[in-house]
């Protein structure tokens, strides 16, 4: 035995079980030709390693979907040195049975782990597994995956996997399975849990829509505020040390060069204060020394002191604003994006192993179909408030190229990220509500109208959606957390060049004039279509390599009501910023970027230039 791949319905605990028997040295990884992921570890079978593959769940040998045509393709494909471990769930085992039928007949050894057996007494299911056993030819194993019951049972059933001589025609399938169920299971009468009770409400509309929304909103503020106390955390290694090796590096390139320009970036000049005499400056109203003044100055973290033109200046290097690689660039990706990329896939996975997600697809699955998604696109959306760099890599949830299509394009037009946010509300909180209502009805108008339009226009298939909804769990912490990890690590092995490549792109872009360039050409349509000064094209296009700080560049400007919702919304629905961009180009590919950046120019200038129209007649 070389391979054994765990097969089964979703939700039965298969990565639980795969928990269980590999431990920590697992790896995650995209089947050839596809981004369907399945996780691979290993397992010590007496003196041999074995490798442990956790196939895609399937509910059936015709897939339905891409996820399905992989498990199919990697049970076509398991060698002769391979054996299933069939993973079923107890407490619905006539679903089971379907898939383990067509399995069986392969006549591939085999073991089935009956899992989640402690649900299935809980529920008042009985189950005969000698007697199974013995009608299906092949080692049965009541497990528990959460708490390891049985785990151990399974591992030795291994070495025993049998191939099933069951014969059956095809066609009769459901017959015979109704047979088995007849022989094998037992059902008693009792009342439902509290949990169950929970878990039929939280899926009819009437009550599962209030409770969604109490849902996604705890979701949010969890990855915001908890994010935040990350960033906290984090901030200070990089305002520290990683800073102070910075200017130490940039005293050495020195500054101005084009490689302190890439590596480090622009830095920012402050005045300290004016030179007054020999050896002192006036700082605040107060005489200092220019000794004085300057060491409390590289306190706060200034590259260097100077004096020039008569004032004692002070370069620093700002996080936000340099740009350059080993600064801006890991910032973003270590500060800015992972401390909440880390909380969304903790929070993730509570709500995958609780068995809320699946409740939370179905729900709102009748609305997405209207913009050609299904239900899972709520994921990517919900994350894309906190950052658009997770929510782009959470897309992998889709089946088809044509969702994952449409939802990222939607999420970088019409979805504006947690730091956005705030500036947006920094930007037009001066005008409250009177503002704050048209931007957010607005960007809601767009992303019902672009999805539907993409729905029409846009080639391809979006599935129905295919979900087990299995009962509300306890999750297993172990698995969780080991889950996350995986999931970070394939963030950052994934998501750092992206990000990284973006910056350098944009850096150099800027360096050599090309966003200046472009800031005289569009000057007339911004001032003419859209109504804005002429100095906020420059921060619109600034957009592209930080959003939020674009936002900020209006702030000066004192801009009118009208323009301010005007501008807040065309630059939320502009170029994505280069983070997200990078991470678009990696997701959908560099023809499917481009069609989605042609959207997003042609409908963020239709829409500003009739918003300004409308607004005129208004204010």
Known sequence: MKKVLLFGNPNVG??????????????????????????????????????????????????????EKVAVEMLNNIGADGVILLVLDSTTLERGLFLALQVLKRRVPTVIALNMSDEARHIGVSLDVEKLQRILGVPCVRTVAITGVGVRDLVNALSRASV???????????????????????ISHRHHTLLERLGDATVKPLTGIPFAILMIAVSFL?????GEVLVMLVEPVFERHWASLMLKVSAFIGDGKFVHDILIGRLRKEEI?????????????KKKGIEEASEEARQ??????????????AKRIDYKESFGLLTTGLYVEFCA?????????????????????????????????????????????VLGLGCNVPGLLSIRVLESERERFIAATLMVIAVPCMAQLAMLFGLAGEFGLSALVPIFVTLFIVWTILGVFMKRVVRGESPEILLDVPPYRVPYWKALLKKNGMRIFWFLRSGVPWVLAGILIA?????????????????????????????????????????DVAVGMLVPFGLTLRQTIVASVVLTMFFPC?????????????????????????SALIVGALLNQILSFLY
């Open 273 to 285: 204060g004016l030179v007054e005499g020999e050896g002192m400056v006036l700082v605040k109203g």
């Open 164 to 186: 099933s001589q069951i014969e059956f025609e095809e066609s009769d399938i459901w017959r015979r399975v109704g047979e088995i169920i007849a022989e094998v299971q037992v």
């Open 14 to 67: 298969k990565s639980a079980l795969f928990s269980r028997l590999t431990g920590a040295s697992v790896t995650v990884s995209n089947y050839p030709g596809t981004t369907v992921e399945y996780t691979k570890g290993t397992i010590r079978l007496g003196e041999a390693l074995v490798s442990v593959e956790d196939v895609p769940g399937t509910y059936s040998l015709e897939p339905a979907s891409g996820a």
């Open 222 to 226: 969890s990855i915001r505020y908890a």
């Open 507 to 547: 850096n150099i872009s800027y360096t050599i004039g090309i966003i200046e360039f472009l800031g005289n050409i569009t000057a007339p349509l911004i001032t003419g279509a859209l109504g804005l000064p002429k100095d906020a094209v420059v921060a619109i296009l600034m957009g592209f390599l930080r959003k």
């Open 300 to 313: 706060g973290r200034a590259a260097m002191i100077l004096i020039e033109d008569g004032r004692l200046i």
């Open 578 to 602: 280069v983070a997200s961009f990078a991470m678009l180009i990696r997701e959908l590919g560099l023809k499917d970027t481009l069609k989605a950046v042609l959207i997003m120019v042609v």
């Open 337 to 381: 994006i992972l401390p909440y990329v880390l909380i969304f896939f903790l929070v993730l996975s509570l709500l995958e192993d609780t068995g809320y997600l699946p409740r939370l697809a179905v729900l709102i699955d009748s609305l997405m179909h209207r913009v050609g998604l299904h239900g899972m696109a709520v994921v990517p959306m």
